[in-house]
């Protein structure tokens, strides 16, 4: 089964900025969508960003517009979350995530913890 490998979280002040990184362990993977989510502690995991492999839709929650971007690189099989302006609300364990035929997100990375901190 295809892993996923994030990378990138980090310990960052208030209005800093961090690029999460998500690199699919085959290079031939191509999932119909990428995401990455977020769990706050004592919250439930919540959706941020999405993208469609093939032609780069993105859908994002109102929150993160403006700061946030989703990319993805289909000569890697990777996803990328650039984080700017960081809010303490921000601060979570990101998820990326892949729904290989558009039926559900069904392949998680490990998570990686972003903090924000004044």
């Known amino acids: 089964q295809v892993q996923l490998a994030e990378s990138g979280g980090d310990l960052v002040q208030i209005g800093g900025s961090l690029r999460l990184s998500c690199v699919a362990s085959e290079r031939t993977f191509r999932p119909h969508f990428w995401a990455w989510f977020r769990q706050a502690p004592g919250k439930e995991r919540e959706f941020v960003a999405s993208?469609?492999?093939?032609?780069?839709?993105?859908n994002m929650i109102e929150s993160a517009k403006g700061r946030f971007t989703i990319s993805r690189d289909n000569s890697r099989s990777a996803t990328y979350l650039q984080m700017n302006n960081l809010k303490p609300e921000d601060t979570a364990v990101y998820y990326c995530?892949?729904?290989?035929?558009?039926?559900?997100?069904?392949?998680w990375g490990q998570g990686t913890q972003v903090t924000v901190s004044s």
């Open positions: 995530a892949a729904d290989q035929k558009g039926m559900g997100y069904n392949i």
């Open positions: 993208i469609i492999r093939t032609n780069g839709v993105v």
